[in-house]
């Protein structure tokens, strides 16, 4: 899968770069400075970068990184019965290894870099040019032309945090029956088949995605539906759990589930409010808007549920939250905080009746609700960023109608590509290593079959 991804990205001619004003996702400081921006990453004098930024840039990578180590383990690993703990928690954790070793060999130049419409260069390979050093000048330093004001390496930490929580957030849809070496294998082939071009299209402003006009202020086409269509597509592929509508398969510790859904929350303002690559008042609004969001979805959610089964439950309104946090990503630096409610009220609903009820009529073991909280909330939030999207805001002078339908081509084809190359990365492994554990290893738990380990 590797060498095929590299044959790829040889293949494709580049084409001339296009509007690099376009605001959408990460470059959004970019596009709302005076000055225009520069079309490919260059070379600046340190004391020409902005200290407050590259704080800020600095402490939001590391909220990013927590997102998924420990935040979204544990959420994980609290859902998933006892058998399979250590399992779901390492899942998380070699997902980050993986990612952050291919993103340092291509991912980040294939995303980042100006190339064609689909798919950036080779020019930052192993992160070659991403220095601090530059001939004579020792002052000076590598800059990203999406980021101005930080230095690069800083830049493609922030965007590695990205590319590594994505594949990680697929595993709850597949948890309890994956080969661990399966898992590596399809994440590592993910990352590079399908993040990667998805990133560049959407954010690169030599992408296409972002030529149109998509607004994906920080991943809820990139990351929340690439992930959950991703999802859906391994749970197609391998099948259900043994006992999966026979058995009470009740999470383990909820204690952990509100812990990460917690470390979700707080590192979720990295994550958003980062995405204006600035210490700004875009960040701060961002930020706002993040938290009002969050805020209306784990109530929408919970009040569906106490209305619905008669009782509020733990898992109820950390579940709604992660669903206001994964519709307000695309919007949140373009809308104000009432918009943001109503964003997120509608997410808590929604994604409730996704999460219980559209996996049970259509018949496939979303083991964690992935897809539904994921794939669902990010298609609801990225259509109603062209609802709600302030002019002021996002520097977009289109209509809502026109909008929308803009936002629908960001979603139709994320979903296409990310439903299509995923589905056959799954089938070209189950035809080769094989996908799933035997009966006797999945029977037995997670754990102990794949890695000799329990928590007793």
């Known amino acids: 899968m590797i060498k095929l991804s590299l044959i790829l990205g040889l293949l494709l001619a580049w084409t001339p770069l296009v509007n690099a004003d376009d605001v959408s996702g990460a470059p959004a400081a970019v596009a709302s400075s005076a000055a225009p921006a520069p079309t490919a990453p260059f ?29 979204l383990a544990l959420f994980y690993g609290g859902m998933v019965r006892k058998k399979n703990v250590l399992a779901t928690l390492m899942q998380s954790f070699a997902c980050t290894c993986v ?31 991403v220095r601090y050093v530059h001939g004579d000048n020792a002052n000076s330093l590598s ?96 099948g ?48 706002l808007a993040t938290q009002m969001a969050t805020g209306a979805a784990a109530l929408g959610w919970m009040f569906t549920e106490w209305v619905a089964k008669g009782k509020p439950s733990v898992l109820g309104i950390a579940s709604g939250a992660v669903a206001g946090l994964v519709a307000i990503t695309p919007a949140s630096g373009f809308v104000g905080p009432s918009s943001a409610v109503v964003i997120g009220a509608a997410a808590g609903v929604v994604c409730y009746f996704a999460a219980t009820s559209l996996k049970h009529a259509f018949g496939y073991d979303d083991s964690l609700d992935a897809f539904g909280v994921h794939g669902i909330g990010g298609i609801l939030g990225a259509l109603l960023t062209g609802v709600f999207f302030s002019k002021e805001l996002s520097g977009v002078d289109a209509t809502v109608g026109k909008q929308v339908l803009t936002q629908l081509k960001g979603v139709v084809t994320t979903v296409v590509y990310g439903f299509a190359v995923s589905y056959a990365i799954l089938v070209v492994i189950d035809k080769t290593l094989g996908l799933r554990v035997t009966e006797e290893q999945e029977r037995e738990g997670l754990d102990i079959s794949l890695h000799g380990e329990s928590i007793e």
């Open 143 to 238: 800059v990203s032309h999406l980021a101005p004001t930080i230095p690069e390496a800083v830049y493609a930490m922030f965007q590695m945090t990205f590319a590594i929580i994505t594949p990680a957030l697929i595993a709850g849809a597949f948890a309890d029956r994956m080969k661990f070496s399966a898992m590596l294998l399809f994440l590592a082939a993910w990352s590079l088949l399908v993040y990667a071009p998805i990133a560049h299209m959407v954010w690169e402003p030599t992408g296409w995605l972002n030529a149109a006009g998509v607004l994906d202020y920080a991943g809820g086409t990139v990351v929340h539906i690439n992930a959950g269509v991703a999802g859906l597509a391994s749970c197609l592929v391998l």
């Open 43 to 71: 070379m600046l004098a340190a004391d020409k970068l902005s200290a407050g930024d590259t704080a800020w840039m600095l402490a939001s990578t590391a909220l990013v990184l927590m997102m998924c180590v420990p935040g």
């Open 240 to 287: 259900k759990r043994l006992g999966y509508g026979r058995e009470a398969m009740p999470p383990h510790n909820l204690t952990y589930t509100l812990i990460g859904a917690s470390l979700l929350w707080v590192g979720w303002f990295g994550f958003n409010a980062g995405s204006a690559v600035a210490a700004d008042g875009r960040a701060g609004m961002a930020m």
């Open 99 to 129: 990612v952050t070793i291919l993103w340092w060999v291509i991912g980040y130049s294939w995303a980042f870099t100006p190339g064609n419409g689909f798919l950036g260069g080779a020019s930052r390979a192993l992160f070659d040019g």
